[in-house]
Structures are given as structure tokens and as C-alpha cells.
């Protein structure tokens, strides 16, 4: 039976003395609450990511982007769908007028050539109708020519053609005015139209490689043979247009010219600008689809409140995360994205792109990237400072309670914690069995001894009866010995049994160390005294602690400190 005494609040004492090295509780909880944190940090972190929620510096920059190509894929189709409508229309009209014209004069299209006169009459007849087709189409100009000429002697004679072909200069103001870039100069003159400083009187057509399969294609309608010409300068200037051609084909399938709007390169910057929020923004306009852009074939624009630096040179794209792609340049480096839009099928397809500065992505990102850093330090820190706080909060009573068991305090005081309460109950009635307990041992001792001295008393007197008391007071002391060794250790019995059936079990050297740690030796005086190192020492203790089934050197010495006073108790027995 397990005797309890005021030592077994000093065994709890200790016991949390040596694992003060250890994690406290307060530790271990303000551990477990910062782990649980933690847990619910990336929990969110994890929902965030899932539902898309949490965008990177990337993802934000391709949907600014994506947003931007939307508009600017709209506005370039249904601008260059109105444009060939409007086209097409012309291109009736026109026809229409022609073969009007020649029929009230009783003249064929053949009669037109080497008479300029006609060819003049005809520039005015359809100068009204293109002077309001500018005005109304989102365009730079617009031009019919015939597929003829005023002069076929000559030299360049079979690619010059008659043609009428005006520009306007004022593409967001109230006031156009209006020059004629081809045709008549008198006709010009007599409507209050400046000629341009680069007038001429006829178009060459090798400015449209496709001419000639105009002419092969007359039995098709005008929608199914329409197309825009690439970019090209036009003789003389330094314009870069590209040219709407959609073919006049009269009756018996007659070609007759070509008739169509132009958009250049300085108006395509002014229509396409575009109100955004992303600095020095970009936009191309490039025939064909590959990876590397030819800037310099393709039209730009920039954002309509700022300003942007036009694109020189080649570009060659590579794929980055988030659908985003990396355009290197010689000059400048971009990040953005492409799409491929098809205008006519008669045109390759053309590819929209929408840029932004590397340069600024890099900085947005960067800075994303601080920012994102900063609120998980805040949440971070903020956890922490909660982990803290309400650890320190829970754990107070507590901590109060461990120290009154450590300064021996009243153990009959309520806490506001139940299983405290219950602690200091269970301890406290143990501590009264023992006084209980010591106070009657104490009483036959005093009786025992009481006792002995009535024996020593008579000893003189009667021989054989001191033997027999002498003997009676020796079995006592034994007796006594026991009770109170047996209350003081506290020692498990099947515990100690098992110490003891361990001992036989050590080898030569685990018994060698044993006994000196008996002695009183450490594991430093053992190591020099055997010739070992204390690593095979530790190593010895562990198969010792094994078999004896303890846990520390303290248990050792405990058991083994039992072991000799029964050893000395069984030798004097002997004697």
C-alpha cells in the first residue's frame, strides 16, 4: 500500500522543477493555439486561392489587359466591318453611276481612255458622293479609280490609272478640310479643295499587288472578293495608309476600277485610343500570326489621356504564367497579349496586341508582391499577439494554482477551476491520512520505547527476562524500521520486484557502472575511471534503465538505496 504524506506535494513540486528546461504549459499552449492559426491562415489562404479570390500580380495584369483587348477587338472588327460595308455600298453606287453616265453619253468603258475630259466629267460626278462618304465613315479618305488612263502613250501608261482620291486632316474636330491627293486639280479648285502638296493626276496600281486577280475574279460579288492591302507609303509622302479595295464590276461581268476608304497611320492613333488605367499602354495592329511581331508593318496606338512610345523594330514574343506573354524588342521589352482576328477572306489573319511596359510590370509586381508580404506579416503578427494574449489569459489561475503547491500554501482555498479544486482536495485529504498515520506511529513508539526503558530497568534483576525483552524490543525496532521506510519511500512493490529481478540481469560492465553510480560517481568521473567515453556511458545507462524498468538516475538510487538496507537488515538476521 502507497503511504501519501506532505512529500508527495514536494514530489509534484519537483517533478515540475525538472521539466522546467521543457516546455511549459503556457508555451505549449500558446503553441497549439498559434499552430491552430496558422492552420486557419492557410485554410483562407487556400479558399481564396480556389475561388479566385487572391489574384497575383500577374493574373491582375492579364485580366487589365484581357479587358482592354476586349474593347479593342470590338472597335477594330466593327470598325473594319462598317468600313467594308460601306465599301461594298460604295462600290454599287458607283458602278451604278458609271453605267449611267456612259449610257446617256452613248459611250463604252473603252471610249473612256486617252479622254480626259470624259474621265474629268465622270471624277465630278462621283466627287459628291465620296466627299459625303468621308465625312460620314471613320476614315482617313476614300478613292474610286477606273481602269483606265488619260494618257496610254505613256511610259508608265499600263499601271497608271484614273483616279479620284481624297484625305481629310481633321480627325476629331468639328472643322475637316478636305484635300484631294489624286484626281483632277481643276475639279479641286472649282470646289474649294486644296490639292495635296504631293498631288498627282493618276494612281500607279502596282501599289495593289492584287489587281490583277480583281480583274480574273468578276464573276464573284464584291463580298466575296473585298480586301484591305497592307500597309505601304504612299509615293511621294511619308503617309503610311492601308487601302479598303473592293471592285466596280458592271453588267457582263465588267471590270471597271476600284473603289474603297483609307485608314492611315495617324488617324488609326487617334480612333483607337483608348481611356485606361494602365500607364503607357500599347496597342498593334500587325499582319500575320507568328511569334515574332513585325512592328513596322502593322499600325499603334496608345491610351487616349497620356501618351505612349511608338514600337520600333521586331518583337518576339514567349509565353509567361496567367496567359501572359514577354515581347522583347531591341529598344524596349514588353509584357501583354495577342489575339488573331481574320478582316476579309481574302486577307491573312492579322494579330491584335496589347503591351505594357516591362519595365512597369516588373514594378507592379514587385510591388504587389510587398504588399501581399506586409498583410500576412500584419495577420502573422496579429495571430500572434491573440495566441499570446488569451494563452496568458487562460493559463493565470492555473500558474497561481502550481505556485501554491511549490510554496507549500493552503490547499483548502477555491479556484475558479474545477480540476484544480479537485487536485487540491485529493492532496489535501491525503495529507491528513498521513498526519493521521505519523501521529499514531509516533504514539507506539512512544509506548515502545516507554517500554524498552521498563526493560532496561529490570535487566539487573532478572537475566533471562532481559533476553526476552531484549529480543521482544529488537523485533520492535525491526518492525518499526519497516513501517517507517515503508511510509517514507513510497515505492511501487511490483516496481521494486522488477528492480530487483533486473539486477541479476546486468552484464559485467552494466553492473560495474551500477556500482558506481552507487558510490556516488558521475558520468564524467565513470567515463575517466572505466577508459571510456560518455557516450558509451549514456549508452550503458539506457540498457540499465531497461532492464531495471526506472526512468532516472534518481530511481536508481532510490531502489538501490532499499536493496542495501534489506541486504544489511538479512545479514544481521543471520548473524
Known amino acids: ?18 521539466t522546467a528546461s521543457a516546455w511549459s504549459l503556457r508555451r505549449k499552449l500558446f503553441g497549439y493555439m498559434l499552430l491552430l492559426a496558422c492552420l486557419l491562415i492557410l485554410f483562407l489562404m487556400t479558399a481564396f486561392f480556389l475561388s479566385g479570390q487572391y489574384n497575383t500580380a500577374e493574373q491582375e495584369a492579364y485580366d487589365a489587359l484581357d479587358m482592354q483587348m476586349e474593347v479593342y477587338e470590338k472597335y477594330v472588327l466593327d470598325h473594319f466591318d462598317s468600313i467594308a460595308a460601306a465599301g461594298i455600298n460604295l462600290s454599287k453606287n ?8 456612259l449610257e446617256k453619253n452613248a459611250l463604252s468603258f473603252a471610249d473612256l481612255t486617252d479622254n480626259a475630259e470624259t474621265i474629268a466629267e465622270l471624277q465630278q460626278l462621283f466627287l459628291e458622293s465620296l466627299i459625303q462618304q468621308l465625312n460620314q465613315e471613320n476614315c482617313s479618305g476614300v478613292y474610286i479609280m477606273l481602269d483606265t488612263t488619260v494618257n496610254s502613250r505613256l511610259e508608265d501608261a499600263e499601271s497608271s490609272r484614273a ?16 484635300s484631294m491627293l489624286y484626281g483632277n486639280a481643276d475639279i479641286a479648285r472649282a470646289n474649294d479643295m486644296m490639292p495635296h502638296r504631293q498631288w498627282h493626276l493618276e494612281l500607279d496600281t502596282r501599289l495593289f499587288p492584287s489587281y490583277e486577280e480583281f480583274k480574273r475574279r ?3 460579288p464584291a463580298a466575296a472578293t473585298y480586301r484591305f492591302t497592307d500597309l505601304f507609303v504612299i509615293p511621294g509622302t511619308e503617309m503610311r495608309v492601308m487601302l479598303l479595295c473592293v471592285p466596280l464590276v458592271g453588267e457582263n461581268n465588267r471590270f471597271y476600277g476600284l473603289c474603297g476608304f483609307e485608314i492611315s497611320e495617324s488617324y488609326f492613333m487617334s480612333y483607337y485610343a483608348q481611356p485606361t488605367k494602365v500607364d503607357y499602354l500599347t496597342y498593334l495592329f500587325t499582319p500575320g500570326v507568328d511569334s515574332v511581331i513585325d512592328t513596322e508593318a502593322g499600325f499603334s496606338c496608345g491610351e487616349s489621356d497620356g501618351y505612349y512610345r511608338i514600337p520600333s523594330g521586331t518583337l518576339t514574343a514567349e509565353g509567361l504564367e496567367n496567359g501572359l506573354y514577354r515581347y522583347t524588342g531591341s529598344a524596349l521589352s514588353y509584357v501583354g497579349i ?13 494579330t491584335l496586341s496589347v503591351l505594357m511596359r516591362k519595365s512597369d510590370f516588373d514594378r507592379d509586381k514587385t510591388t504587389e508582391s510587398l504588399k501581399t508580404l506586409l498583410i500576412w506579416i500584419l495577420i502573422v503578427a496579429a495571430a500572434v499577439c491573440l495566441c ?3 494563452s496568458r489569459k487562460f493559463l493565470i ?17 477555491q479556484t475558479s477551476i474545477p480540476e484544480i479544486d479537485d487536485l487540491f482536495a485529493f492532496l489535501s485529504e491525503k495529507d491528513r491520512q498521513h498526519s493521521a498515520l505519523v501521529h499514531t506511529l509516533s504514539q507506539e513508539k512512544q509506548e515502545m520505547l516507554a517500554q524498552h526503558e521498563l526493560l532496561k530497568s529490570e535487566h539487573h534483576a532478572v537475566t533471562s527476562e532481559k533476553e526476552h525483552l531484549q529480543t521482544e524490543y529488537e523485533k520492535a525496532q525491526l518492525e518499526l524500521s519497516r513501517l517507517a521506510y515503508s511510509r517514507k519511500a513510497e515505492i511501487d512493490p511490483d516496481d521494486y520486484a522488477h528492480f530487483l529481478s533486473g539486477v541479476k540481469t546486468l552484464t559485467l560492465t552494466e553492473r560495474k557502472v551500477f556500482d558506481m553510480y552507487l558510490a556516488g560517481m558521475t558520468v564524467k568521473e565513470i567515463a575517466q575511471a572505466s577508459g571510456i567515453a560518455e557516450s558509451t556511458v549514456y549508452y550503458h545507462n539506457k540498457n540499465i534503465y531497461s532492464k531495471l524498468g526506472i526512468n532516472s538516475l534518481k530511481q536508481l538510487l532510490r531502489y538501490a538505496a532499499l536493496m542495501q538496507q534489506q541486504e544489511k537488515e538479512e545479514n544481521l538476521l543471520q548473524a
Not at 338 to 350: A, Q, T, V
Request: hydrophobic share 30%.
Open 1 to 18: 500500500m502507497m503511504i501519501h504524506s506532505p512529500k508527495l506535494i514536494k514530489k509534484v513540486r519537483r517533478r515540475m522543477e525538472s
Open 94 to 101: 458607283a458602278t451604278s453611276s458609271l453605267e449611267g453616265y
Open 163 to 178: 483616279c479620284l482620291y481624297l484625305q481629310t486632316n481633321g480627325y476629331k474636330s468639328s472643322y475637316n478640310p478636305i
Open 218 to 220: 468578276t464573276d464573284e
Open 338 to 350: 495577342s489575339r488573331s482576328i481574320s478582316l476579309s477572306p481574302n486577307n491573312p489573319l492579322y
Open 388 to 390: 499570446f494574449y488569451f
Open 397 to 413: 489561475p492555473l500558474l497561481k494554482s502550481i505556485e501554491r503547491i511549490k510554496a507549500n500554501d493552503s490547499l483548502d482555498e
